[in-house]
């Protein structure tokens, strides 16, 4: 699977407030990092800088169990291909 582990029975369906972008994680928190938006702080920084820090802007949409979490894994994965479905 793409955005959670073969064999998954249960996970969370995200959408960032920030940036709209939707992922499946194994984590149901009601709120979490999203993996979009925490690419984009940086870590580097000069001796009087203050390091950021990434924000928990992902919220739980949804709670996705049993043969669902396959479905919808393999939907969100198509979405992010743009529909190219011979990796599958």
């Not at 793409?2 to 369906?13: Q, R």
Request: a negative charge; proline letters at 5%.
């Amino acid at each position: 699977m793409y955005f959670v582990p073969d064999g998954t029975e249960k996970c969370g369906f995200y959408e960032c407030k920030d940036c709209g972008y939707r992922f499946l994680s194994v984590e149901t928190d009601p709120m979490m990092v999203c993996p979009t938006c925490e690419g984009d702080v940086d870590y580097e920084i000069g001796p009087d800088e203050v390091m950021g820090a990434a924000e928990k802007n992902a919220v739980l949409l949804e709670i996705v169990e049993g043969e669902d979490v396959e479905k919808m894994d393999i939907l969100l994965s198509l979405a992010i291909t743009g529909g190219d479905y011979s990796w599958i």
